[in-house]
């Protein structure tokens, strides 16, 4: 084995152990209801869906599944569209490991490579981070069923039922049935890619979005523009140039790049734990203030692009129309306030919408889901408007609670969550407060239900701890004390260890 490889395996046996002392009483609660496969079926298994089954696993629930479209290895985007060389969240920021130190990716990153290269990064590098990934799903063995899709969740046929899921795997479809639903689809989850009308409408051979599977190695000697400056917009645009292109045209609508980062900001145990505690007046304030903000690209995508001259950096240029010109070799012209540009192929790096209803998953009850703009009114028309109106613990709150009192046991740990949760959701910047939110809302709503069943199973289970009430018939020494004296003496022999101390 290497020494990577060696201390890998020494973290493993390290965490089980730190497992087995932080334990919770062995007990998995929450009784089974006939007819029912799961307590809890999770959506997607990126790092929210996997932190989220272990989260629930430190709640003691038993039944949880999750299930990812993806094959085993790449469920997210981290060997796939995030094609940064690092993480953008502060490398010290708490994650997935929730009350296991040893499962951080700090732990894990030192185990492999020792702390001095921990000390050495700014940033946790991306791929290092999908490695991490795989690990914390295999040392914690989550169950993920891989190359599955839920293709939709039905209503419960009665009020206290449970959803029947539909799953897809190798064009096979069969059908499961969960208490509760926890959504945790990744960065589209609340709608879907956002693409400009003028590029949707692009013969597709020409233009991609930033979450595609683009082949960079056929950019080579192409001109490539890239619309939209984010940190995706940066990222792609480094990707064309490293693969050869002749040209990146990176265009920005703002007249400046934003320098500043209001995430970083929120990054406080204050934030992450309680926003989700304030008025929807604030919430509301808060989210159109902070919504309006720009975000800034990373530095490392900056100076990936910077180090190239033929990349052209075009700020005010907000696209105003495009059109394909030439018909043996088509190419597009792309036009700006400041002229037209020519090129081969467009990147649109232009991000993602919030309409649940692009969310095939949820489309057999999209109609019951409340949304912001059906409980706050000023939120009408805003961005903050068509965001689902969650309660505390992620849970879809309904239009009409009558119509679909089972709505609270479906969640949304995804982008749409924004609003109501602030950054405890399933990124980084939070994740921590959003998961405990989730599993205590779980646990404690899995309790409320089966009060009825606990309360009569206490008054009939019994749990006999004196097994031995020390009669004594009068004949011969009294057993009592003989089976004290055994007793007593492991006691003497601890006692004797703390005086003396451990045994070397
Ligand atoms: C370039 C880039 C850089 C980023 N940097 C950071 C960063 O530094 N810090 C940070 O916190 N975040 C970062 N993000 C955001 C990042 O995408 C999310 O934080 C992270 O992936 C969220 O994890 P997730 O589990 O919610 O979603 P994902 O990791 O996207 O996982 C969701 C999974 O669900 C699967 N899925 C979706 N729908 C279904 C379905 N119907 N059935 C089955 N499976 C389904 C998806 O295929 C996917 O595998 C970055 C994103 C990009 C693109």
Not at 63 to 71: A, E, M
Not at 80 to 91: C, D, F, G, V
Not at 373 to 398: K, N, V
Request: with cysteine; proline share 7%; glycine share 10%.
């Amino acid at each position: 084995m290497t020494s990577a490889e060696n201390g890998v395996a020494a973290l493993t046996a390290r965490v089980h152990r730190d497992l087995e002392l932080s334990a919770p009483p062995p007990r998995w609660w929450v009784p089974h209801t006939e007819g029912t496969d799961y307590e809890v079926l999770v959506v997607g298994g990126g790092h929210a869906g996997l932190a989220a089954a272990f989260a629930l696993t430190r709640q003691r629930i038993p039944r949880v599944l999750v299930v990812d479209r993806n094959p085993r290895g790449t469920a997210g985007p981290w060997r796939s569209y995030a094609r940064m060389h690092t993480l953008r969240s502060p490398k010290w920021m708490p994650g997935i490991e929730l009350d296991v130190p040893s499962l951080s990716v700090r732990a894990w990153f030192e185990a492999r490579y020792g702390a001095d290269a921990w000390e050495s990064i700014t940033y946790v590098p991306r791929l290092d981070w999908a490695d991490y990934l795989d690990w914390y799903r295999e040392v914690l063995e989550l169950p993920v069923r891989c190359d599955t899709d839920v293709v939709a969740v039905h209503e419960p046929t009665e009020p206290d039922g449970p959803f029947r899921i539909v799953l897809e795997h190798g064009g096979e479809h069969d059908t499961v049935t969960a208490r509760r639903v926890v959504f945790a689809p990744g960065l589209d989850g609340a709608g879907g890619p956002s693409v400009p009308p003028a590029v949707a409408s692009l013969p597709r051979s020409l233009w991609a979005h930033s979450a595609d599977d683009i082949d960079f190695a056929a950019l080579e000697g192409k001109s490539v523009g890239v619309l939209g400056a984010g940190a995706s917009g940066w990222d792609n645009a480094a990707c064309a140039l490293e693969a050869g292109a002749d040209h990146v045209t990176l265009f920005a609508r703002r007249d400046e790049i934003p320098t500043h980062n209001p995430l970083r900001w929120m990054e406080f145990v204050g934030f992450q734990h309680h926003y989700a505690d304030w008025s929807d007046h604030q919430k509301f304030e808060f989210s159109c203030y902070s919504g309006g903000l720009p975000q800034p690209p990373t530095q490392y995508g900056v100076w990936r692009c910077r180090d190239f001259d033929n990349f052209t950096l075009a700020l005010g240029s907000s696209l105003e129309s495009i059109a394909v010109t030439g018909d043996d070799k088509p190419r597009l012209t792309v036009t700006t306030p400041d002229g037209e540009h020519e090129v081969d192929f467009l990147v649109a790096a232009t991000g993602y919408v919030t309409d649940l209803r692009l969310r095939p998953e949820l489309a057999a009850f999209i109609d019951h889901i409340a949304l912001w703009e059906d409980r706050y009114a000023p939120s009408r028309g805003t961005s903050i408007g068509p965001c689902p109106y969650l309660g505390g613990g992620f849970e879809f709150t309904a239009k009409d609670p009558d119509a679909a009192p089972w709505i609270s046991r479906l969640f949304h740990l995804s982008v749409g969550a924004r609003a109501s949760m602030g950054v405890a959701g399933h990124q980084l910047s939070g994740i921590g407060a959003g998961l405990a939110r989730l599993a205590s809302t779980i646990a404690r709503d899995a309790f409320l239900e089966h009060t009825d069943e606990f309360v009569a199973q206490f008054r009939t289970v019994e749990s006999v701890e004196v097994h031995d009430l020390g009669r004594h018939d009068g004949a011969g020494p009294r057993p009592s004390s003989a089976r004290y004296a055994e007793a007593d003496e492991q006691q003497t022999l601890v006692r004797a260890l703390r005086s003396e101390g451990a045994p070397q």
